[in-house]
T-cell receptor
Framework: SQKIEQNSEALNIQEGKTATLTCNYT??????LQWYRQDPGRGPVFLLL?????KEKRKERLKVTFDTTLKQSLFHITASQPADSATYLC???????????FGQGTELSVKP | DGGITQSPKYLFRKEGQNVTLSCEQN?????MYWYRQDPGQGLRLIYY???????QKGDIAEGYSVSREKKESFPLTVTSAQKNPTAFYLC????????????FGSGTQLSVL
């Protein structure tokens, strides 16, 4: 069966540490993968996009990796801050038809 | 400021009632989307429209209807046929058909009285 999975348990880390969130998928052929941030009661905000032929993408304190062999993307926030606390969603865009599939999101809590 | 405006923020539906959620964008985007978000689940596509006067069903269209009479507006009606309407509804848009970066509104929380 096809599925996309993110850690359902909340991730709690200390300020200043690196947060690492995981997005795994099975039986999909993605063209690219996106990460969004969502605050409570708000709509998701786009953060990064990484294509299937790219291994790594960086933007300020954010880094995304994409391993199509492992069928996994890792999302890192370095030097994390309490303001980074939010739910982070990954989304696959499929090669066939451009369909967009969202994971359920992982809640990140950064403690001061 | 350009963006997507959803209204109302909170909406309550009585049994047997149809309700309409508003979505307006001033980004001049061609494509617009409606998603439903339930706790612990990924966003699920209800309907999308790639051009004015045209729209397509998504994965969970039953019990919903839409219209796209103007480029900037894409209202969603939750009909009485939708038996489990309580959810957070999100409207989004993209410049073209490629879903490389979705711009989302701030959402409408619909609850059943």
């Amino acid at each position: 069966s096809q599925k996309i999975e993110q850690n359902s348990e909340a991730l709690n880390i200390q300020e200043g540490k690196t947060a690492t969130l995981t997005c795994n998928y099975t039986n999909y052929s993605p063209a690219y993968l996106q990460w969004y941030r969502q605050d409570p009661g708000r709509g998701p905000v786009f953060l990064l996009l990484i294509r299937e032929n790219e291994k790594e993408k960086r933007k300020e304190r954010l880094k995304v990796t994409f391993d199509t062999t492992l069928k996994q993307s890792l999302f890192h926030i370095t030097a994390s801050q309490p303001a980074d606390s939010a739910t982070y969603l990954c989304a696959l865009v499929l090669n066939q038809g451009g369909k967009l599939i969202f994971g359920q999101g992982t809640e990140l809590s950064v403690k001061p | 400021d350009g963006g997507i405006t959803q209204s109302p923020k909170y909406l309550f539906r009585k049994e047997g009632q149809n309700v309409t959620l508003s979505c307006e964008q001033n980004l001049n985007h061609d494509a617009m989307y409606w998603y439903r978000q339930d706790p612990g689940q990924g966003l699920r596509l209800i309907y999308y429209s790639q051009i004015v006067n045209d729209f397509q069903k998504g994965d969970i269209a039953e019990g919903y209807s839409v219209s796209r009479e103007k480029k900037e507006s894409f209202p969603l009606t939750v009909t009485s046929a939708q038996k489990n309407p309580t959810a957070f509804y999100l409207c989004a848009s993209t410049p073209g058909q490629l879903r490389e970066k979705l711009f989302f509104g701030s959402g409408t929380q619909l609850s059943v009285l």
